[in-house]
């Protein structure tokens, strides 16, 4: 349907061209004609938010009923984003993947944190949308390709007028979830209510030497003194052979998995897991990762086979360099000792991780 309704705005647009051959229009009046007319196409009830701005499906908006969003600086949303032509271009839902026929089971599908402010993270069509947006609200929303860009101006207006190339325009339908100013502490938060439901990890198995009272998450950093580890916690699985703090130079062995709080495998150097969890497994190479200690646990860094450094996030190298030898745990953190705000295929933005952690013997 929509192939159809661009074919057709394709030949209005030829027809109006044709009984107007007087009129000279620049590359950007036309892409907004274009822009113009194709939303026409699309929206039974379209509302321009401001001149040269992105239109929003007035029919059916629905801007919420929760807190406003306008003082919050993230906002975790579901989506799906369409092309000029329909095509699916993004989406956070499993059921649009699975469809298409692109669902992977290593990928994550599930709400996502957007910025509403950063124009280094969002993309300027859709901050202009969230004006007066409310927590639980939902809203369609055709952004013009001189908006589709992650940029920063006053007004649609000198976004267009910035604009040399005609972009890509796109089509979104969204629902906020929640909002929030403080990331770091709603992730933070978000760890604290994921042990308060599971005290003892639902993804892994203590061994016998832990007595019971040992075998359950305990937090770190709880009361701010400790701000490096506000928001990790940690559950022994085995207690170390020595109960000894090993020293600088130390160099160990680690046998990780790496998960999101849903349980969902992103990573791991086992191959018996990687099985169970990567279509891809047999691909790749699995064996202890080597992690060469340093004064601090900031300076811990892997080493490869080449003996090349590189370094880890800092939720990983915090929980190692407390453990001893022979030791199996697992570490939860929060976002910051994670990987922030950078969001790949596997994993979302400002995501809490969890990581199945044992030391193993040279």
């Given at each position: 349907m929509l192939m159809k309704k661009t074919i057709y705005i394709f030949l209005s647009l030829l027809m109006l061209a044709s009984c107007a051959k007087t009129e000279t229009l620049s590359t950007n009046q036309k892409n907004k004609r274009f822009f113009d007319a194709w939303v026409s196409q699309m929206f039974r009830q379209p509302e321009e938010l401001e001149p040269y701005g992105p239109y929003m499906e007035k029919s059916g908006d629905n801007p919420g009923a929760g807190d406003p969003v306008d003082d919050s600086l993230f906002v975790r949303v579901r989506y799906t984003a369409w092309n000029v032509n329909g095509g699916i271009v993004a989406s956070s839902e499993e059921r649009m993947h699975r469809q298409l026929g692109d669902y992977d089971t290593t990928f994550y599908y599930g709400p996502v944190i957007w910025s509403t402010k950063d124009a280094a993270a969002t993309i300027a069509g859709l901050r202009m949308s969230f004006d007066d947006m409310h927590i639980g609200g939902k809203r369609k929303i055709a952004i013009p390709g001189w908006l589709n860009m992650l940029e920063d101006h006053n007004h649609a207006v000198d976004y267009f007028n910035s604009k040399t190339e005609p972009g890509d325009i796109r089509l979104y339908e969204y629902e906020i979830l929640d909002a929030t100013r403080d990331i770091t502490r709603w992730c933070v938060d978000s760890v604290a209510r994921f042990v308060?439901?599971?005290?003892?990890?639902?993804?892994?198995?203590?061994?016998?030497?832990?007595?019971?009272?040992?075998?359950?998450?305990?937090?770190?950093?709880?009361?701010?003194?400790?701000?490096?580890?506000?928001?990790?916690?940690?559950?022994?699985?085995?207690?170390?052979?020595?109960?000894?703090?090993?020293?600088?130079?130390?160099?160990?062995?680690?046998?990780?998995?790496?998960?999101?709080?849903?349980?969902?495998?992103?990573?791991?150097?086992?191959?018996?897991?990687?099985?169970?969890?990567?279509?891809?497994?047999?691909?790749?190479?699995?064996?202890?990762?080597?992690?060469?200690?340093?004064?601090?646990?900031?300076?811990?860094?892997?080493?490869?086979?080449?003996?090349?450094?590189?370094?880890?996030?800092?939720?990983?190298?915090?929980?190692?360099?407390?453990?001893?030898?022979?030791?199996?745990?697992?570490?939860?953190?929060?976002?910051?000792?994670?990987?922030?705000?950078?969001?790949?295929?596997?994993?979302?933005?400002?995501?809490?991780?969890?990581?199945?952690?044992?030391?193993?013997?040279?």
């Open positions: 308060a439901a599971h005290p003892v990890c639902p993804y892994a198995k203590s061994a016998a030497d832990v007595p019971s009272e040992d075998a359950r998450f305990v937090r770190c950093g709880a009361e701010t003194k400790d701000t490096t580890a506000l928001g990790f916690w940690y559950q022994s699985l085995k207690n170390p052979t020595v109960e000894k703090y090993m020293p600088v130079d130390t160099t160990v062995l680690v046998n990780y998995v790496g998960r999101l709080l849903n349980g969902q495998v992103f990573d791991t150097n086992i191959k018996d897991t990687a099985k169970k969890y990567d279509p891809k497994w047999s691909s790749k190479t699995y064996s202890p990762m080597k992690i060469k200690f340093g004064k601090d646990y900031t300076d811990l860094r892997a080493i490869s086979s080449n003996n090349t450094e590189s370094s880890l996030i800092r939720g990983f190298t915090y929980a190692v360099r407390h453990m001893g030898p022979d030791e199996w745990g697992v570490a939860l953190f929060h976002q910051g000792m994670g990987y922030a705000g950078t969001a790949a295929d596997k994993i979302p933005a400002y995501c809490p991780l969890m990581f199945e952690l044992r030391l193993v013997k040279q």
